[in-house]
C-alpha cells in the first residue's frame, strides 16, 4: 500500500509515544524538522532515526536549512550563514554561484550527518523591489539568468552530496510584497509578463525532482484561488512550467490559506499537488490531514518513486578545503 499523501512535523526534539503510534497507523511519505527538534547532532540523529523506525522504512526527512533566517540547525554545532542574497551580492554570476555551490555541499554535509537526506531549497524566486522581507534577501539575484545559475548550482551541488533538493516557491513569489505566512499575497501582473519574468527560472529547473507551490494568487489566471489549490494553476506548472516532479505544498498551517487544515488539504490534492506539507507538529491537525489526503495517488506514486529514486550516498568532500576556497570567495581574493 502506498505511504499517506503527506509529509508531517513532529512537536519536539523526541519522539513521544503518541507520536510514535501515530505515524506508525498514518505513514506519512515523510517528516519535516524544525527548530524545535534540533538541539545537538547526537540527539537529531536519534530522532532521525525513531522517525524512520516509526514507519519502519527509509522515509525522507526535509528541513529548511537555506542559511540566513531560515535555518534550523544554528551554531555552535553547526555553521551560520549569511542570507543568500547577502552572500551572492553583485559578483559575477559564476563566482555567486561557486560560492553558493560550496556552502551547499557543507550544508549537505551536516544534514546527511544527522540523517536528513532532503533540504527545501533551492529557490527560483526572482527578488524584487515588490519583494516581501520575509523572502527578499533569501532569493537569489534580481533577474532570471542570475537565479537559474545559482540554483542549478545549489541543487547539483546537494545532490552530489546525497541531500535532494526541492525546488520553491512554484510559480513564483517574488512579485508580491505579502507574507504567506500571515496573509494571501497577490500578484497582479498580466499572465505574459509572469511567464516572460517570474516563470522563467522554474521552466528551466523544471526537471528538479520535488518541487513546492507557492500560495500566491496570480490574478490573470485564477483570480480567487492561490496557487497551491488552484486546479488552473498548477495545470500551469505541469504544462506551461513543464514540471513533472514531485509537487508538495508549502506548509498548510500558514495563514494564506482559508479553512481548516482538512479542507486545505482536499483543496490541494484536487487541484493536482502530491503531497500535502503540515509542519506544525499538532497531532489534532496532523490526524485531519492524514484523513482528509489519504494515500498517494495513482499518479503521484510514480514521481514519488522517481524522487527517491535520485537518493544518492554523499560524494567524499574534502571539508578543510572546501571552507577555505569559500572563505577565499567571501573575502574576494578570488575576484581580481
Known amino acids: 500500500m502506498a505511504a499517506g499523501a503527506y509529509i508531517l512535523g513532529c512537536a519536539g526534539p523526541t519522539l513521544s509515544g503518541p507520536e510514535a503510534a501515530f505515524f506508525r497507523e498514518a505513514d506519512p511519505w515523510g517528516f519535516i524538522l524544525f527548530q524545535r527538534n534540533i538541539q545537538t ?3 537529531t540523529r536519534a530522532l532521525t532515526r525513531a522517525l524512520r523506525e516509526a514507519v519502519g522504512r527509509d522515509a525522507p526527512i526535509l528541513i529548511d536549512q537555506e542559511g540566513g533566517r531560515v535555518q534550523r540547525m ?18 559575477p ?7 553558493m555551490a560550496l556552502r551547499t555541499r557543507l550544508i549537505a554535509h551536516e544534514l546527511r550527518a544527522i540523517g536528513i537526506d532532503v533540504n527545501c531549497t533551492p ?3 526572482i527578488a524584487s523591489g515588490e519583494t516581501h522581507p520575509v523572502l527578499l534577501n533569501r532569493c537569489y539575484g534580481r533577474e532570471p539568468d542570475r537565479v537559474i545559475a545559482i540554483a542549478r548550482a545549489v541543487a547539483e551541488a546537494q545532490e552530489e552530496c546525497g541531500v535532494l533538493p526541492i525546488l520553491k516557491h512554484i510559480p513564483g513569489h517574488g512579485s508580491t510584497g505579502a507574507d504567506s505566512h500571515v496573509a494571501l499575497p497577490r500578484v497582479e501582473k498580466p499572465r505574459a509578463a509572469l511567464e516572460a519574468w517570474d516563470f522563467t527560472p522554474f521552466r528551466a529547473l523544471a526537471d528538479l525532482p520535488m518541487g513546492m507551490t507557492a500560495h500566491v494568487v496570480y490574478t490573470d489566471i485564477d ?7 488552484s486546479p488552473d494553476m498548477i495545470a500551469l506548472v505541469r504544462g506551461e512550467i513543464g514540471f513533472d516532479g514531485l ?18 488539504s482536499g483543496a490541494a490534492l484536487a487541484a493536482g499537488c502530491d503531497l500535502i506539507l503540515h509542519c506544525n507538529g499538532e497531532m489534532a491537525e496532523m490526524v485531519a490531514v492524514a484523513g482528509a489526503a489519504g ?3 495513482a499518479a503521484a506514486q510514480p514521481r514519488a518513486e522517481a524522487a527517491l529514486a535520485r537518493r544518492r550516498a554523499p560524494a567524499a568532500i574534502d571539508i578543510p578545503a572546501t571552507e577555505a576556497k569559500l572563505e577565499a570567495l567571501l573575502q574576494g581574493a578570488v575576484y581580481a
Open 223 to 229: 483570480p480567487t484561488a492561490p496557487a497551491t489549490i
Open 295 to 297: 494515500r498517494l495517488s
Open 41 to 43: 547532532p547526537d540527539q
Open 74 to 91: 544554528w551554531g555552535p554545532a553547526w555553521r551560520v550563514w549569511h542570507p543568500a542574497l547577502d552572500q551572492a551580492g553583485d559578483s
Open 93 to 99: 554570476v559564476e563566482l555567486a554561484a561557486e560560492g
Open 123 to 125: 529557490l527560483g524566486d
Open 247 to 264: 509537487l508538495m505544498t508549502d506548509d498548510l498551517s500558514m495563514e494564506a490559506l482559508g479553512g481548516t487544515v482538512a479542507e486545505r
